[in-house]
């Protein structure tokens, strides 16, 4: 009985053991020689879903040297059915995400995105609910969810960030940074890759201040109250190079003080 495998269907046939060497000598015996591989049409993406919360970005003034604001969170998450993993490979699963920000190498048309990384999973956005790892032989398919999310929670001083003095300056904070994130099946030790699904957010934040006012009540939001949802592609766009390794977003960014008159200054340089 030799078995002649179709998408999920496995056909199976009563045939003279005459025709089974035959095909052996013409090309090669699955079950005995043929090594099965990863492809896409093998592995199946089900329940894709992409948000962002419906809450408005909080603003924290607690402190006299620095306010704080706390955006919503953006979620992926996906259930993915993986075909059974030959021997001697290991496979991972995950997300991975690049930003695209004011970033020097960006700004400078240098790359075309830089990795959101963790800083120690590359190229993963994470390594503990994002990623998945299966290491053959498996014997059969594996079903496995894997999920994310991020936010932004940094501090801007209320002072100028190049002067000694700590008299509240600060009148306007602006953001707007975009992502790009993939759900992707990688090789672990040959590094290809299979991108399975494509998603691409943005982030915005618009936080005027008055320096004048007591604190706890300089600051507040102007524009949209709510954030705008994710695209999920219908399409999957490829992932550049600069996305997959050092250095990450957190470690590139730059604190720059640009002044209406004169030469930028770099305050914090990168890592």
């Known amino acids: 009985m030799c078995g002649l495998a179709r998408g999920p269907v496995l056909l199976s046939y009563l045939v003279p053991l005459s025709a089974v060497l035959l095909a052996s000598t013409m090309g090669c015996l699955q079950s005995i020689a043929c090594k099965p591989r990863i492809r896409r049409e093998n592995i199946v993406v089900y329940e894709v879903s992409a948000s962002v919360d419906q809450c408005p970005t909080v603003i924290e003034e607690n402190s006299p040297i620095v306010l704080r604001y706390k955006t919503p969170y953006f979620r992926a998450s996906a259930g993915i ?3 059974p993993v030959p021997r001697n490979e290991t496979w991972v699963v995950g ?98 890759r299979i991108v399975l699904q494509t998603v691409r957010w943005r982030m915005r934040v618009d936080i005027a201040v008055d320096p004048d006012r007591p604190l ?7 524009g949209r109250a709510h954030h705008e949802q994710p695209h999920i592609l219908n399409y999957q766009e490829p992932i550049p190079p600069n996305a997959l390794g050092r250095p990450n977003a957190n470690d590139a960014q730059v604190l720059m003080w640009r002044p209406r008159r004169g030469p930028p200054l770099v305050v914090i340089p990168p890592k």
């Open 81 to 83: 059915v993986m075909p």
């Open 95 to 192: 997300w991975i995400q690049a930003s695209s920000w004011e970033l020097p190498e960006l700004r400078e048309g240098r790359v075309k995105a830089i990795s959101d990384s963790d800083g120690g999973s590359y190229p993963w956005y994470g390594n503990t609910t994002e990623t998945v790892t299966l290491t053959g032989p498996t014997s059969k398919a594996s079903r496995l969810t894997v999920c994310m999310n991020d936010n932004f929670y940094p501090s801007v001083t209320w002072a100028v960030p190049i002067s000694n003095s700590n008299t509240a300056m600060l009148t306007h904070i602006t953001r707007d940074q975009s992502f790009i994130t993939w759900l992707v099946a990688m090789n672990a030790v040959t590094k290809e």
């Open 216 to 222: 706890g009540t300089r600051a507040s939001l102007v």
